[in-house]
């Protein structure tokens, strides 16, 4: 019995699984210590608040966790999109500039924008999966690509946006809850379902898990991946709504935030599982505590680059724990 | 010689008593003013650049100095986080909000903070649901500044324009469109097309390299001018460029005058020839000042200006640089 005891303890509180949970345990600590420091953070306008502004990143999160999702967690050679914060931004510049500057309908401007989102998608498979590129290169220059491109589409200015759709998405709220994140709440739960209970997302997690053995057992990896890549273009086109929303019109440099936090939100959600890996839920949570984390810095008055350089730390140790427990697993 | 030099020791020590005369009664008006129990909300777009800061500063320190407890957000430069900090602001449950540029993104937060009962003191950003806002004399910059430019010309040439804001904030389309309004009347200029699109986060670095590339479109003797529209951060890449290329004969010219511009404008052949000096730290203050006014019951009028001090040349960009307090050059 002692020595049952004896192997147990150290497993537990070892260096490694401490290490492991250190993203959960720093922010469970930080979110604490603005729980006491801002007490208006636990205010029901304030958690409304929250979740609005979190939108954009939880949908941008929801592509990128089935991109990693199919191409394993390893950050460096596993599957990352990094386009999609990009993909949202062209998407957003392609609806304003057509429903404010051109005067087109609703689904034309829709239609051109899915287009874009299509071409990132399927550009992003192709570098991938049919050049063999690895997907964080691949994926950062098709995202200066189309940041190049949404600065054409938009001369680099800002396109202020008054269609009443996105003033719907603004503004409106069904029962006291923000429509933006009702709407958001479906995409979730959506993703969730598709990838964690559905046998295409299974085969998705067999490919992620482990590509070798996924092919051995007759399933198409490339095709699975490349679809990946496809779908996190669909949450970039799918964001890109709220984007507009949340800023009445598309402002050029957006992308940048945007991409800090989906990286961030989406490799913290990983320590939320049991099993340390990514996960749709565990993205939307991360997308969720990581804008509790800007509001509640920002309500205790902390300079916003404290803010910038203690989000860049959190994804540095959030990337070195996802990276050591990979390697503690292999 | 000596007579001269004694003129001008009068008029800069008139100047300096004038000016002081301005600040104490600023002081004591101040005195009578305040917003003690209050808490103000200060948000600003970001405070990299001299004058976001400034004003920023200008605005945090009189609240304070008038008894109030200020709220400070910054929004790193992110027009996008700026808009959303009200919404922050909006939680805490402040008093006022005095909220320092910003772009359209703001209105409907403007909007939710007035459907609030909070009243919003805006800095360079007219909109329909702030009480009152602080800003300098945008129509004499405009217009001073197409009159140096042309000047600097000799009336004819061609000038290319950094002019990514006239559209997206009005007070970028005050200053450019009457830059431009000046240069219908000197038919022999002509403003190159496309306009170029500064991109504002990155300022100076991203002007030097599209001023390069300009450099090489128009080759010595094609360009007379470049003028940016709307600030000057930008115009220190342009200058940089410029020196680089071994192009100074073409002109310089752009709006906000803070120290480390007026310094270049100061040195010896610097192609940066005119600016118009603004006082940031001054519209900061008003702007809280102008708070107090509205909770002491006075009532505002839609905008507050505040003065502005024209640059012509090296030696009124050391006269300038003195007068603002940024010490001598």
Request: hydrophobic content about 50%; charged content about 15%; aromatic content about 6%.
């Amino acid at each position: 019995m002692s020595g049952t005891n004896s192997v147990s303890r150290p497993a537990l509180f070892s260096a490694g699984a401490l290490f492991s949970a250190a993203p959960l345990i720093i922010f469970i600590v930080l979110l604490i210590y603005l729980g006491i420091s801002a007490p208006n953070l636990t205010d029901p306008a304030t958690i409304n608040l929250i979740l609005k502004q979190s939108v954009p990143t939880v949908v941008v999160c929801l592509g990128l966790a089935t991109v990693v999702v199919a191409g394993g967690d390893d950050v460096v050679s596993g599957g990352i999109d990094l386009s999609i914060p990009a993909t949202a931004i062209i998407c957003a510049g392609i609806l304003a500039d057509q429903l404010t500057n051109h005067g087109s309908p609703l689904w034309s401007a829709i239609a051109l924008a899915a287009v874009a989102a299509v071409t990132m998608g399927v550009l992003n498979a192709v570098l991938v999966v049919a050049i063999g590129m690895t997907p964080l290169l691949a994926t950062l220059a098709s995202s200066v690509a189309a940041v190049g491109v949404t600065k054409v589409i938009t001369s680099s200015r800002r396109i202020n946006v008054d269609h009443p759709f996105v003033i719907y998405i603004r503004d409106a709220n069904v029962a006291g809850v923000p429509s933006a994140v009702l709407i958001a709440a479906v995409f979730v739960l959506l993703f969730c379902f598709a990838v964690h209970r559905t046998r295409w997302g299974m085969q998705l997690q067999a490919v992620g898990g482990s590509r070798d053995a996924a092919e051995v057992s007759g399933i198409k990896t490339s095709s699975l991946v490349a679809q990946s890549f496809f779908i996190a273009a669909l949450a970039g086109f799918l964001a890109s709504f709220f984007v507009l929303a949340r800023g009445s019109g598309s402002t050029p440099g957006s992308e940048e935030n945007l991409l800090l936090e989906m990286v961030l939100a989406t490799f913290l959600g990983a320590a939320f599982s049991p099993r340390r890996i990514v996960t749709v839920w565990g993205a939307v949570l991360g997308a969720v505590l990581v804008t509790a984390l800007s509001v509640g810095f920002k309500s205790i008055g902390v300079n916003v680059f404290w803010t910038g350089c203690i989000k860049g730390t959190l994804i540095l140790i959030v990337v070195a724990s996802a990276a050591y427990s990979g390697r503690a697993q292999s | 010689m000596r007579k001269h030099r004694t003129l001008i020791k009068s008029a800069f020590s008139t100047a300096l008593g004038v000016g002081a005369a301005v600040l104490l009664s600023g002081a004591a008006q101040a005195a009578d003013l305040s917003l003690k129990g209050k808490k103000i909300g200060v948000a600003v777009v970001g405070t990299q650049h001299f004058w976001d800061r400034e004003a920023f500063n200008g605005a945090l320190d009189m609240v304070k100095e008038l008894g109030g407890e200020p709220v400070p957000v910054d929004g790193g430069r992110d027009n996008q986080v700026h808009a959303d900090n009200h919404d922050i602001l909006l939680s805490n449950k402040v008093d006022a909000v005095i909220s320092i540029l910003g772009d359209g993104a703001v209105e409907p937060k403007f909007e939710a903070l007035k459907g609030a009962g909070i009243p919003v003191f805006t800095v360079d950003h007219l909109s329909p649901h702030g009480v009152n806002n602080t800003t300098s004399d945008n129509y004499y910059m405009g217009t001073t500044i197409g009159r140096y430019m042309a000047d600097a010309i000799g009336g004819k040439g061609k000038v290319a324009v950094f002019n990514a804001f006239e559209g997206a904030l009005r007070i970028c389309g005050i200053r450019a469109g009457l830059w431009k309004y000046v240069l219908q009347d000197y038919p022999g200029i002509e403003i190159i097309q496309p306009e170029l699109a500064e991109e504002f986060a990155n300022a100076p670095e991203d002007a030097r390299k599209k001023t390069l590339d300009l450099l090489n479109q128009y080759p010595e003797g094609t360009l007379d001018a470049i003028h940016v529209g709307c600030w000057d951060q930008p115009a220190i890449g342009v200058v940089q460029a410029l020196e680089e290329a071994g192009r100074t004969d073409v002109k310089v010219t752009a709006l906000d005058g803070g120290p480390d511009t007026l310094e270049i404008m100061a040195e010896d052949g610097s192609p940066f020839v005119a600016n118009v000096a603004q006082q940031p730290r001054l519209i900061g203050q008003t702007a809280a000042m102008n708070a107090a006014r509205h909770f002491a019951g006075e009532s505002l009028l839609p905008q507050t200006f505040v003065d502005v001090r024209p640059v012509n040349g090296p030696e009124e960009a050391k006269a300038v640089y003195e007068e603002l307090g940024y010490g001598t050059l």
